[in-house]
């Protein structure tokens, strides 16, 4: 009886997830979907850099090749010990248009990114602000529709998720798992129309601020010490009232997060447990949640008596699996197949996120990030 219940809930609990994915596929705002600005202000392309040198070439030649025209590209080296420096002053030279900055010391209580995009902030000149991680990839379009949202919609900030590229194995099995956690619990539109903060939706391998309105929300040394500080900067948008928007910016932006196993562990436990607003009860109900209607059902299949339940709950897994894998080209039969495998994994990936977060310290790219709740 037990066990039914939960299946039960299970089913439930995957319908309801199915149905906020069927609303983003069908009517989630897209980044391509929009005409061209009203006029052409001054974008300032803001891109941190902490030894990014296996990206950084990629990065900029997409940034390089907009087709927006009043456009300035600014990146700061944040202490590279990889190589980015001599990348980067080899394409300044044959991009003199491309400014550089050499980051300054980390202060006390700042994160390294919070303080690299400040610093750019600061350098910067435009009425447009877009940050851009250095391993994403961009369209030539991509600036020139950011700026069309933007002004159509009358945007003091806009993010997008972007089309996640994965090569090992456990890239293939654990990044589209936050795919499903993204596109299945929060109609994206609502980013826009829901006044509260619990709408807030960010991402900030991309993420555009009116000028203005980001000093109006104080930028990122307001969230100086967060780890997962775009949430938290839609978060302080949406209390001060500044239009918001994210939207799915697949085709047109994409991204190779991590390139091992190693560093798809380190990553998401710098932040998985953050996403949740650090909320402990909240962060366990959703693991409980998502791994009792995503692999349990998986191990029932054959039991007795609950059987019909399990093929059920299975059955509505492997849609949502199906349907995220056709929207945004996800590994097809990793996805299909190693399903509950990928749940699993990621639900131990945040199991350590979160005892990392009670230790009050994690790590990223050889510095230790204090947690602030």
């Known amino acids: 009886m037990e066990l039914a219940a939960l299946l039960y809930f299970a089913i439930g609990f995957l319908a309801l997830l199915l149905l906020i994915v069927l609303i983003n596929i069908m009517t989630a705002p897209r980044l391509e979907n929009i005409s061209g600005p009203v006029n052409l202000p001054l974008v300032s392309l803001l891109i941190p850099a902490r030894n990014e040198a296996?990206?950084?070439?990629?990065?900029?030649?997409?940034?390089?090749?907009?087709?927006y025209p009043n456009l300035e590209i600014i990146v700061l080296d944040d202490h590279s010990g990889d190589g980015t420096a001599q990348i980067l002053a080899r394409l300044k030279a044959q991009h003199p248009q491309l400014q550089l900055l050499s980051g300054q010391p980390l202060p006390r209580e700042w994160t390294g990114k919070n303080w690299a995009c400040w610093q750019l902030f600061q350098a910067s000149r435009g009425e447009i602000l877009i940050f851009a991680d250095a391993d994403t990839r961009h369209a030539p379009e991509a600036v020139r529709k950011t700026v069309g949202w933007m002004q159509h919609q009358k945007l003091g900030m806009l993010s997008a998720f972007l089309a996640q590229e994965t090569g090992t194995?456990?890239?293939?099995?654990?990044?589209?798992?936050?795919?499903?956690?993204?596109?299945?619990?929060?109609?994206?539109w609502?980013?826009?129309?829901?006044?509260?903060?619990?709408?807030?939706?960010?991402?900030?391998?991309?993420?555009?601020?009116?000028?203005?309105?980001y000093q109006a929300l104080g930028g990122h040394e307001a969230v100086r010490d967060r780890i997962v500080e775009d949430m938290e900067l839609m978060r302080r948008a949406k209390r001060r009232g500044i239009s918001?928007?994210?939207?799915?910016?697949?085709?047109?932006?994409?991204?190779?997060?991590?390139?091992?196993?190693?560093?798809?562990w380190e990553g998401f436990s710098k932040n998985l447990f953050g996403i949740a607003g650090y909320n402990r009860t909240v962060f366990l109900g959703w693991l409980l949640a998502l791994w009792s209607a995503m692999v349990?059902?998986?191990?029932?299949?054959?039991?007795?008596g609950v059987r019909h339940l399990a093929v059920t709950a299975v059955g509505l897994n492997l849609l949502l699996r199906l349907l995220l894998?056709?929207?945004?080209?996800?590994?097809?039969?990793?996805?299909?197949?190693?399903?509950?495998?990928?749940v699993a994994l990621t639900g131990v990936i945040g199991?350590?996120?979160?005892?990392?977060?009670?230790?009050?310290?994690?790590?990223?790219?050889?510095r230790e990030i204090p947690v602030r709740r």
Not at 169 to 188: G, H, Q
Not at 244 to 256: D, E, I, K, Q
Not at 296 to 304: D, R
């Open 325 to 342: 894998a056709l929207r945004l080209r996800h590994p097809f039969w990793v996805s299909l197949l190693l399903h509950p495998l990928g």
């Open 54 to 67: 296996k990206n950084i070439d990629r990065c900029l030649a997409g940034l390089l090749g907009q087709d």
């Open 296 to 304: 349990l059902p998986y191990f029932l299949l054959f039991l007795p």
């Open 244 to 264: 918001t928007l994210t939207l799915t910016g697949n085709a047109l932006l994409s991204c190779r997060m991590y390139r091992s196993a190693g560093e798809v």
């Open 190 to 213: 609502l980013t826009y129309y829901g006044r509260s903060e619990k709408f807030a939706a960010a991402n900030g391998q991309w993420i555009a601020f009116r000028r203005g309105d």
């Open 169 to 188: 194995p456990a890239e293939k099995l654990v990044i589209p798992v936050i795919d499903i956690l993204i596109y299945s619990t929060l109609p994206l």
């Open 351 to 366: 199991l350590n996120s979160l005892f990392r977060a009670g230790r009050g310290m994690v790590r990223w790219k050889g």
